[in-house]
């Protein structure tokens, strides 16, 4: 019997060892705090280092549409720090992510553990790419579109801060959707879905993508979501081709 109580209590030492190795929801808010700070900071810095560029980076955004204004006193000013903390925060993506990736961790498998080590540049890489398609091809292309409205007695008066609301409202949701790819490849490894389950859902995706488009998009018109609409359709078409082909699933 004293055996048995000795074993009972060393097992309940155990589970009290365990609790004690293990971090406290405490100890968890604190470190999500310190990653916080870390992002701020950064975030911070890279904005402060964007703003003796700022100049340089409106000029390069705004080239797609020629000449603006700027319709009140501080309307200039203000749009140089929109930019310079859009840009900051591009700049410093990177440490943004690996500070989550540092936070979610200790919670992952060793396996979860080497497989984010390349979805996280992965994520980065496939963001800024989605960037650089929607300036170099999209906004272009939509700038001219709604600039094709203009008349003899209808002449174009775009606004700094305007503009500017329209290009971020533009640019990042295809940084978001050209991170499509990398979920659905993680899914297929993960084994959650198939080649042939994303094949039979083609009509969904397709009337799903106009639907995002429809959210997404900086206006309501037909062109901006078709805009949207394709290149998700694209990718999700690319995805099961990976799938399919490189992954055997």
Excluded: C
Aim: charged residues 15%; proline residues 5%; without cysteine.
């Amino acid at each position: 019997m004293s055996d048995i109580i000795s074993t009972d209590k060393d097992d309940d030492q155990l589970e009290d060892d365990a609790i004690d190795n293990g971090m406290s929801l405490v100890e968890h808010l604190q470190e999500l705090r310190r990653r916080l700070i870390i992002i701020i900071i950064a975030v911070a810095a890279g904005s402060l280092i964007s703003y003796f560029y700022a100049a340089e980076l409106v000029q390069y955004i705004t080239a797609p549409a020629g000449k603006l204004y700027y319709m009140s006193p501080a309307e200039a000013f203000f749009t140089y720090i929109r930019v310079s903390v859009f840009a900051g925060f591009l700049l410093v993506l990177p440490i943004v992510l690996y500070q989550i990736w540092a936070f979610v961790v200790p919670a992952l498998t060793k396996k979860e553990h080497m497989a984010s080590l390349i979805l996280v540049p992965s994520s980065v890489l496939l963001f800024f790419i989605g960037l650089a398609f929607s300036y170099a091809l999209v906004l272009p292309a939509g700038i001219k579109f709604f600039m094709g409205f203009a008349t003899e007695n209808l002449q174009p008066l775009l606004s700094l801060g305007e503009y500017l609301s329209f290009v971020i409202s533009f640019l990042l949701p295809f940084g978001f959707i050209f991170e499509l790819p990398l979920f659905i490849i993680v899914m297929a490894k993960f084994g959650l879905i198939s080649s042939s389950f994303l094949t039979g859902k083609r009509k969904h995706v397709l009337v799903l993508s106009f639907v995002i488009g429809a959210v997404i998009s900086p206006t309501p018109d037909i062109f901006s979501q078709t805009m949207v609409a394709v290149p998700v359709i694209v990718l999700y078409e690319l995805s099961i081709l990976i799938v399919k082909y490189l992954l055997k699933k």
